[in-house]
Antibody, heavy 120, light 106 residues
Framework: QVTLRESGPALVKPTQTVTLTCTVS??????????VTWIRQPPGKALEWLAR???????YYRESLRTRLTVSRDTSKNQVVLQMTNMNPLDTATYYC????????????WGQGTTVTVSS | DIQMTQSPSSLSASVGDRVTITCRAS??????LAWFQQRPGKAPKSLIY???SLQSGVPSKFSGSGSGTYFTLTINSLQPEDSATYYC?????????FGQGTKVEI
């Protein structure tokens, strides 16, 4: 069974850096065509694609957030990590990771999400 | 960025009805279009990829069509559990972008 589970702090202060972890099971981060994508959703708003890391460690970022985002992985722990620097209240959102299979079903399995509130 | 525009923004329908949601892209995305369902307070669920292919385990009451800039999601035989917000997403060009969502009330 494929699962993804996000974890991270629920509350961060403005200007801080947040580190979110996506722990996966049921599939390998190094399987060809397998990627993990990060998506966020501010309260009451639509989904927003943030970043993706591919099976061969290639990374893609939302251009408008490129300077603030870093995605990485630890294959030994089956984890993908998203770091976002200089957090501000507009970054308050639920952050999701999802499995993304290229040239196939695309985003097919989502994590349950982790909510991050940015407030002093 | 490619803009994805869904219509309507919300709709109300009855049990057993068939509803259609449209999604328009500001430029062509081939068939690189997915649909997601999000029930209140829950994570999104993947329904359709490549414009018309059902994700594994998704009932055939859901169907998608279209290519280029115009896409539709049709839900047949509406049931109470179909109450949700539905999102389209293009994955043809970075950044991948979502529509604003269509809220379906039963």
């Amino acid at each position: 069974q494929v699962t993804l589970r996000e974890s991270g702090p629920a509350l961060v202060k403005p200007t801080q850096t947040v580190t979110l972890t996506c722990t996966v099971s049921g599939f390998s981060l190094t399987t060809t065509e397998t990627c993990v994508t990060w998506i966020r959703q501010p309260p009451g708003k639509a989904l927003e694609w943030l970043a993706r890391i591919d099976w061969y460690d290639e990374k893609y970022y939302r251009e408008s957030l490129r300077t603030r985002l870093t995605v990485s992985r630890d294959t030994s722990k089956n984890q993908v990590v998203l770091q976002m620097t200089n957090m501000n209240p507009l970054d308050t959102a639920t952050y999701y990771c999802a499995r993304d299979i290229l040239r196939g079903p695309g985003i097919d399995v989502w994590g349950q999400g982790t909510t991050v509130t940015v407030s002093s | 960025d490619i803009q994805m525009t869904q219509s309507p923004s919300s709709l109300s329908a009855s049990v057993g009805d068939r509803v259609t949601i449209t999604c328009r892209a500001s430029q062509g995305v081939s068939n690189h279009l997915a649909w997601f369902q999000q029930r209140p307070g829950k994570a999104p669920k993947s329904l359709i990829y490549a414009a018309s292919s059902l994700q594994s385990g998704v009932p055939s009451k859901f169907s998608g069509s279209g290519s280029g800039t115009y896409f539709t999601l049709t839900i047949n035989s509406l049931q109470p559990e179909d109450s949700a917000t539905y999102y389209c997403q293009q994955y043809n060009s970075y950044p991948y972008t979502f529509g604003q969502g269509t809220k379906v009330e039963i």
